[in-house]
Each structure stands twice: as C-alpha cells, then as structure tokens.
C-alpha cells in the first residue's frame, strides 16, 4: 500500500469517518495523523464545519403555521372532493 | 388529540390516511411538520419555508397511496420535501454555483497540507469570532452556495442528520455518491468558515 501523505489522507477522510476502511488503511491512516499536526488541525475544522452549520442555521418553526398549514390542507382537500 | 394515533407508528398512519382516514393524514402532518420546516429553511430560505412546508404535505396527501407499506414513512416523507424545496428553488432566480477547485485545501508537491495547523484549525473559531446573527447569515450563504447536488446531500446528511444509507434512499443514489457529495459540500462549507473567521478559504 502507497504511504499516506496528508493528500491522500483527506481524500480518504470521509470514507474514514464511517468506518469503511480496511484496517490496513486505516492504520495508515492513524500513523500518518499522529505525527502530522496539520492534518490533525484539518480534521478538527473538518469534523467541526457540520456541527457549526448545523446550530447557525436551526430555526424553529412560528407556532402560528401549524393552525394555518392545516386550515390551508383543509381548504385543498375540500376543494378536490 | 387525534384518538389512538399519538402510539401508532407512522407507516400505520400512512396506511390509515392512505385509506381515507383524515385524522390519520393531520397526525403525520403534526409529527413532521417541524422537521419539514426545518428541512425546507435550510434547502431555502426562512421566507419560503411555509408554501415549501405547504407544498409538502399536499404532495403527501395527494400521492398518499403510492407509498409503500416497505420504505420507512420518514424516507418517503424527506424526499418529497427535498424535490418540493429543490422546484422551489427552480422557481426562484439562481446563481452560478462555484467550484470545489478553489475550496481545496492547499497541498505542496509532496502532497502535504500547506497551511499552518493554527489556519487550518481557524474554521472551528468562527463560532466565537462572528455573533449569532452574523453566522447564521454567513452560513446559510455558505450552504447556499454549494452545488445543488452537493447541497441536498449536505442538508440532509450533515444538518437533518439522516444516515448515509437513509440519503441515499431519499435521493435515490448510492451510498458511495452520497459520501462523495457530503465529503466535498464539507470541504467547501469548511473553506467558507475558515473565511468568515479571517483566515484564507
């Protein structure tokens, strides 16, 4: 297997997070992060960008669509029978 | 309350409104409503949320009695929200997309990363650097952005937080393609925050 440079390594970075490398791979992998505070520093950001996305961009939905999605269904299911 | 339909699971539900039964059809209406809401502000926008939410749950009613007993009621239920944002989307003026190319991270020759471990880590700190507001508008436009393709995978897998295996049943690609578009949506997000925070995207 080739050596894993930091390259390779963030091509791989997804396939890794899932857990769907072979162990050889993955170990290399390991091997390669341990020593290398770049690619560690990369995956932190990496494995932090949904998380950050994810709670910047929660809305919660207005209390006043619930009554007002359900009257307009009504109104269309009325209207079609 | 609907009567029996709070511990009735939602396939069951399907089948009763799927037969006519009204209050079957409004108690999966109360049960994902949120979670549809919440769906369309990310593939859209918080304005166009409600008629996307709206347009979702007539598609549901009206197509009630495709669904099959052996798909979970959820997958159904997310890709007929996904495809109701993505027309609305359509609909609506759109920019160009751009390309993964320039959201990369910079490798020298040898294949190492070329930034500082301290810039490469600085999209972490956007959280504390920009304040609520101002992230969450960076960040919509951030996803925004993205490639529509990459965007829904994004959107689901990454901010739903729907399984790789359940994606790929809404899109109704394969797994390995949903991996691929995730991987690539996060290394662009990931760039725009690196931005947004003062470091080089």
Not at chain 1, 2 to 28: F, H, N, Q, W
Not at chain 2, 54 to 59: K, L, Y
Not at chain 2, 146 to 157: D, G, M, S
């Amino acid at each position: 297997m080739k050596e894993i440079v930091c390259m390779s390594g963030v091509e791989l970075l997804m396939d890794y997070l899932e857990g769907l490398l072979t162990p050889d791979v993955r170990t290399a992998i390991e091997a390669h992060v341990t020593g290398c505070r770049r690619c560690e520093a990369f995956i932190a950001s990496y494995v932090e960008t949904p998380r950050i996305v994810r709670d910047a961009t929660r809305i919660e939905m207005p209390a006043d669509l619930e009554s007002s999605l359900l009257a307009a269904l009504r109104a269309a299911r009325g209207a079609e029978s | 309350m609907v009567g029996g339909a709070a511990e009735s699971s939602d396939e069951a539900l399907a089948v009763r409104a799927a037969a006519g039964e009204d209050s079957a059809f409004e108690a999966l209406v109360l049960r994902f409503h949120h979670r549809v809401f919440r769906l369309a502000c990310r593939l859209t926008s918080e304005t166009d949320a409600p008629d996307v939410v709206q347009e979702t749950f007539w598609q549901v009613y009206r197509h009630i009695s495709s669904f099959r007993g052996d798909a979970r009621f959820s997958t159904w239920l997310y890709r007929i929200a996904t495809n109701a944002g993505l027309m609305h989307r359509r609909a609506c003026a759109r920019r160009p997309a751009e390309s993964l190319n320039q959201f990369l991270p910079r490798f020298n020759a040898a294949g190492r990363l070329e930034d500082t471990p301290d810039a490469l880590r600085i999209a972490c700190r956007v959280d504390e650097l920009l304040d609520r507001d101002e992230l969450a508008k960076k960040a919509k436009a951030a996803v925004d952005g993205l490639p529509v393709l990459y965007r829904e995978a994004f959107v689901l897998r990454d901010l739903e937080e729907l399984s790789t295996a359940d994606v790929a049943q809404v899109l109704g690609v394969d797994p390995a393609t949903v991996r691929q578009r995730v991987h690539r949506a996060r290394l662009m997000v990931r760039a725009h925050l690196s931005e947004f925070a003062g470091g080089r995207p």
